[in-house]
């Protein structure tokens, strides 16, 4: 899905449960995914001996009905670097859209202080409809360079028309394209994903997020 991501975060603690009782009644219908970690893809990781381990969540795809269809998350994590004072889970997420949490898992682990690798293990995943996760298809990457192309050619008053059309346009495609999985992308659906990753990784108020 096309889109340049947004690289700031901020650290925020998620305690167990929530604001919303029927959000944790719903969420305590949802099966715990069942994490069963191995060595990643050798041609999908940039460094296979990176230290890197990765595992398939299986998430209700419509959260109004938990225990139907499910969908696929990809998951990867480090295990904190001195096991005798670990404290928690350190889930780093890239914001969006479209950004992939695998990668940037793999390529920000060297940046944190060493404090937080000791004491966390650190998790990342593919949000529902990005990367590993399946894809949501609007533009392929053709399409979405003529796209860009376009808008730049259109001068004043015709630019805010062009990118209405091009809006409008870009909407049907991701409903042609990717209609089954559209109406379950977006943050309710995310935030319960998170839910439950953490749950699967057996954490109650310690997982953070970053």
């Not at 901020?10 to 919303?20: H, K």
């Not at 898992?105 to 990005?130: I, K, Q, T």
């Amino acid at each position: 899905m096309g889109g340049v991501g947004v690289t700031s975060f901020a650290v925020t603690a998620l305690l167990g449960g929530g604001p919303g009782a029927a959000t944790a009644t719903t969420l305590a219908a949802a099966p715990v995914p069942v994490l069963s970690w191995g060595p990643c893809d050798a041609a999908d990781a940039d460094d296979p001996g990176d230290g890197f381990e990765c595992a398939t969540a299986r998430v209700p795809l419509d959260y109004r009905r938990p225990t139907g269809r499910t969908i696929p998350l990809a998951v990867t994590r480090r295990l904190a670097a001195d096991p005798a004072h670990r404290t928690g889970v350190l889930l780093l997420h890239p914001g969006g859209p479209g950004n992939s949490g695998v990668d940037f898992a793999r390529n920000s682990y060297d940046a944190l202080p060493a404090s937080l690798r000791d004491a966390f293990g650190v998790v990342g995943y593919d949000m529902r409809g990005v990367a590993r996760s399946g894809q949501v298809e609007c533009w392929n990457d053709k399409e979405y360079s003529a796209a860009v192309d376009a808008a730049r050619g259109v001068p004043g008053p015709g630019a805010l028309q062009t990118a209405v059309r091009q809006g409008l346009d870009f909407a049907t495609a991701c409903r042609e394209r990717s209609g089954e999985l559209v109406p379950f992308v977006g943050t309710g659906s995310n935030a319960k994903d998170i839910d439950l990753l953490r749950q699967a990784l057996a954490e109650r108020n310690r997982l953070r997020i970053r």
